[in-house]
C-alpha cells in the first residue's frame, strides 16, 4: 500500500505516454485483492492524463469487480462520459459476481450492441446463480441472433441443464457442441458427463467418457460421481481403479465419491484401504470433506466405534459431520446415545432433524419420533418430504389413525403434490397411502391415491398390498389388472405378494395358482420365498394341504418356519392332525426354541380330546425349555392406553372390570355360548373356569365400556 501511495508522487509514472503501467499495476491488484491498492492506482489515473481513457477506466471496473468492491465499479460506470462494450461487459461481470443479476440484466439491456461476451456473462451469470431456466433462455436468445456458441457459451449451459436436470435441452446442446470445434475439449467433455450424471442418465454419460480423447481428474471425478449417486455403486470403485492405473492423481473430489460409493456399498475392506490412502497425505487428512465421508461410511458399515474415533479426533467438525454421527449411532440402535450427541449439536439443519426422526421410527420408537417432529415444529428450521415421510410411518407403525390424519393436515399445509421432479415429493403420497392402508382407513387411502399428481410402482403397491391386508380381495386385484392396461410400470415383487394375499383372502384359488405361474413367464420375476409362503396360505386356507405341502418341498430354497407355520395353522384350520404333526416336526427342527408349533399341534388335539398328546407335547415344551409368551392386548381412552396381559390383576379398576366381565359371562351362556377350549392352553383345561375367555380377550372392552 505505501508503494502505491508513493505512485502519485512519481512523475515518470505520472507524465508516462501510455496508461500500459497503470494497467499492469491492476493487474497486481487483482491478484492481491486489496481495495486500498486499487484505490491507490485509481487516485493516481485521476491526477493522470488518462483519467477519461475509456481503455484504464474499463480496467478499474473490471479489477473492482473482482476485488468484491462492486459500489465504487458502479460509481465509476455511471461517472463514464464515454463507454464502449468492454464498458459494460465489465460492469455486467461486477453485478453478476455481486449477485445483483437483475440489476446486470437492465444494464445489457441498456446495451446499444451488446457482444458475443455480454451474452455468454448473462448465460454464465444466471447459472451461477442458479437461475438456470433464465440461463438457457439467454443462450436460445443468442443462438437465434446468431451469435456464435463457445465453450463459456456451452458450459454454462450444460451447467444450467445439470442444475434442472433436463436432459432433453442438455441433449440439443450436445447435438449443437458436436457440430462445433469444442466438441474435443476436455473441460467441454467433462461438462457433458456431469450433465448426464444429474440427470440420472448414466448411459450416455459414459458413452461421452468413452469418446473423450484427454480426460483429468475433473473428468474422472464426474464419472465416479455419477456411478455413485445413480448406481452401481460397485462401478464407481471400478472407474476409480482405472483412473489410478491411468496414472491420474486423485484429489480431494475423487476420495469423498469414492468413500461414499463404499458406504452405499457397505464396502467397509475398500473402506479402510481408502482411509490408509487419506492418512498418507497430510492434505487429504486435514480435509474436512473427506473426513465426513469416513465418518458417514464407517456408521453406514454399521461400525460406530470406528465413527466416534475417528469423529472425536477431527480438528474442525461442522454440521454434516456432527449429523453424520447421530445417523450412525441411530442406525446402530443406540437411539439413546444419538439424542445426546443430537442435544449437543450447536447448528442443527433439517437433516440434522431427519436423521434422529428417523432413527427413532426405524428403531421402533414411533411416540419418540412424534415428540420430536412437534419439538421440530417449534424451531426456525423448515421440514421436508423426507420429514413428513418418517412422520406417517411413525403413524403408520401404531395404527393411529387420528394422528395420522394430523400428520396428514401438516402436509397439505407444505403444498406437496406428490409428484417426480428436482425435489420428487411422490413418495410422501406413497407414505400417505401406506399410512391410511395400516390404519384401515381404506377408503381415505384410496383418496389420496387418485388425487396423486403422478403415480408410480411403489404407489400401486401400497394400495394393492393393502386391499390385501384388508381384506378387499378383489379391489386389489382389480387395481392390478387396471395398473397393468393404463400404465407402463411392470409389477415387481412386492406387487406379486400383494396380488397373491388378495387371492388368498377372496378364496381365489385357480387365479392365484395362474398369477403365480406368470411371475416367470409374463414379467420376468423369480418367485422369491415370500411368494411360495403366499401359495402355501392360499392352498392351505382352501383345504388344498398336500397342494401346499408339495408346494413346500418342491421350493428352490429352504423352507423357513415362516412357510411351515403358515401350513401348520392351515392344518388346525382343517383340523388334519397327521399333516399338522408332520409339520410341526418340521418347525421344531428348524426353531426348536419357538413356542408357537407347541402351542398350535397341543390346541389340535385338544380339539380332539386327545388330552394324552396334549401332555406329551406340553412336557416336550417344558423338557425344552420353551415358554409361551404370556398374551397381550389393549385399549386406548382419552389418549391415554391401558395394556393387559393374561390374568392381568394390576388396575386400579380391576374390580369393576371383572364385576362387568362376570355379568357379560353369564348373559353369553344364557345365549348357549360355548367357548372353543382348544384355543387356550391345554394344560390348564381343567382349571379353566367361567372367565377363561373374558379374563384372556375381553379386559379391555370391559374397560371401554365402563368409560
Known amino acids: 500500500m505505501a508503494r502505491n501511495a508513493l505512485l502519485c508522487t512519481n512523475k515518470l509514472l505520472l507524465s508516462s505516454p501510455s496508461s500500459s503501467p497503470f494497467a499492469k499495476l491492476l493487474d497486481s491488484c487483482n491478484k492481491s485483492k486489496l481495495s486500498p491498492d486499487v484505490r491507490a492506482v485509481h487516485a493516481c489515473v485521476v491526477k493522470s492524463q488518462f483519467s477519461y481513457e475509456v481503455f484504464i477506466n474499463n480496467r478499474l471496473i473490471d479489477v473492482y469487480g473482482k476485488c468484491g468492491y462492486f459500489n465504487y465499479a458502479r460509481i465509476l460506470f455511471d461517472k463514464m462520459p464515454t463507454r464502449n462494450a468492454f464498458t459494460y461487459n465489465s460492469i455486467i461481470g461486477a453485478l453478476t459476481i455481486s449477485g445483483s443479476i437483475d440489476e446486470a440484466e437492465r444494464v445489457f439491456f441498456s446495451m446499444p450492441e451488446p457482444d458475443q461476451c455480454s451474452w455468454n456473462l448473462m448465460v454464465s451469470g444466471f447459472s451461477q446463480l442458479e437461475v438456470f431456466d433464465r440461463s438457457l433462455g439467454y443462450l436460445v436468445k443468442m443462438h437465434g441472433d446468431d451469435f456464435l456458441l463457445n465453450e463459456f457459451s456451452y458450459g454454462s449451459a450444460l451447467s444450467a441443464c445439470a442444475g434442472l436436470r433436463d436432459s432433453v435441452m442438455g441433449t440439443q446442446i450436445h447435438a449443437s457442441l458436436a457440430k462445433s470445434r469444442f466438441i474435443a475439449d476436455v473441460y467441454m467433455g467433462s461438462a457433458l458427463v456431469d450433465m448426464y450424471a444429474k440427470c440420472g442418465d448414466v448411459d450416455s454419460a459414459q458413452k461421452v467418457f468413452n469418446g473423450m480423447t484427454e480426460r483429468n481428474t475433473v473428468s474422472w471425478n464426474s464419472m465416479i460421481t455419477c456411478y455413485e449417486q445413480n448406481g452401481p455403486a460397485s462401478e464407481a470403485l471400478q472407474i476409480f481403479v482405472r483412473m489410478m492405473e491411468c496414472g491420474v492423481e486423485p484429489d480431494e473430489m475423487t476420495i469423498a465419491s469414492v468413500i461414499s460409493a463404499c458406504a452405499s456399498l457397505c464396502a467397509v475392506i475398500q473402506g479402510r484401504e481408502i482411509h490408509a490412502r487419506v492418512v498418507k497425505f497430510n492434505k487429504l487428512r486435514s480435509d474436512l470433506v473427506i473426513s465426513n465421508a469416513l465418518v458417514d461410511m464407517y456408521s453406514k458399515c454399521n461400525m460406530i466405534n470406528e465413527a466416534r474415533w475417528l469423529f472425536d479426533r477431527m480438528p474442525i467438525k461442522n454440521v454434516v459431520s456432527e449429523t453424520s454421527i447421530v445417523s450412525g449411532y441411530a442406525k446402530a440402535a443406540s437411539v439413546k446415545t444419538a439424542r445426546t450427541m443430537f442435544s449437543k449439536m450447536i447448528d442443527r439443519n433439517i437433516v440434522s432433524w431427519n436423521a434422529l426422526i428417523a432413527g427413532y421410527t426405524q428403531n421402533g420408537e414411533n411416540e419418540e419420533a412424534l415428540a420430536l417432529f412437534l419439538l421440530l415444529k417449534r424451531e426456525p428450521v423448515w421440514p421436508t418430504h423426507y420429514t413428513f415421510g418418517n412422520l406417517l410411518n411413525a ?103 400383494g396380488v397373491l394375499c388378495a387371492c388368498s383372502h377372496a378364496g381365489l384359488v385357480e387365479e392365484g395358482c395362474r398369477y403365480f405361474d406368470s411371475m416367470s413367464r409374463e414379467f420376468g420375476l423369480k418367485p422369491l420365498k415370500d411368494h411360495y409362503t403366499c ?5 392351505g386356507r382352501a383345504g388344498r394341504l398336500f397342494e401346499a405341502k408339495n408346494t413346500i418341498l418342491s421350493m428352490p430354497m429352504n423352507p423357513d418356519s415362516v ?17 399338522g404333526s408332520f409339520v410341526a416336526d418340521k418347525l421344531l427342527e428348524i426353531d426348536p426354541e419357538n413356542s408357537g408349533p407347541y402351542v ?5 388335539y385338544a380339539e380332539l380330546g386327545r388330552w394324552r398328546d396334549v401332555t406329551r407335547v406340553r412336557k416336550l415344551m417344558r423338557k425344552n425349555g420353551v415358554v409361551k409368551q404370556p398374551g397381550c392386548s389393549w385399549i386406548e381412552i382419552s389418549s391415554r392406553t391401558h395394556v393387559f396381559m393374561v390374568k392381568d390383576m394390576r388396575h386400579s379398576k380391576k374390580k369393576e372390570i371383572y364385576l362387568l366381565l362376570k355379568g357379560l359371562s353369564k348373559v353369553m351362556k344364557l345365549s348357549g355360548y360355548v367357548p372353543n377350549i382348544a384355543d387356550y392352553d391345554a394344560d390348564e383345561e381343567q382349571n379353566k373356569g367361567e372367565f377363561t375367555l373374558v379374563e384372556e380377550l375381553e379386559v379391555p372392552l370391559a374397560l371401554g365400556h365402563l368409560n
Not at 535 to 539: G, R
Not at 563 to 579: F, N, T
Open 395 to 497: 403413524c403408520a407403525n401404531l395404527a393411529d389413525l387420528k394422528l395420522g390424519r394430523q400428520a396428514h393436515t401438516h402436509v397439505l399445509k407444505q403444498g406437496f403434490r406428490f409428484q417426480h421432479g428436482f425435489e420428487p415429493d411422490i413418495f410422501v403420497g406413497n407414505s400417505l397411502i401406506d399410512m391410511y392402508m395400516k390404519c384401515a382407513s381404506v377408503e381415505d387411502g384410496n383418496r389420496v391415491f387418485r388425487k396423486m399428481v403422478e403415480r408410480d410402482g411403489v404407489s400401486y403397491n401400497a394400495m394393492i398390498v393393502g386391499y390385501a391386508q384388508n381384506g378387499q380381495g378383489n379391489e386389489a386385484l382389480a387395481l392390478f389388472k387396471e395398473m397393468l392396461a393404463v400404465s407402463e410400470m411392470k409389477p415387481d415383487h412386492v406387487t406379486m405378494i
Open 535 to 539: 401359495m402355501v396360505d392360499l392352498l
Open 563 to 579: 412357510v411351515w407355520g403358515s401350513l401348520l395353522s392351515a392344518c388346525k384350520l382343517h383340523r388334519d392332525i397327521e399333516m
Open 600 to 604: 398350535l399341534l397341543s390346541n389340535m
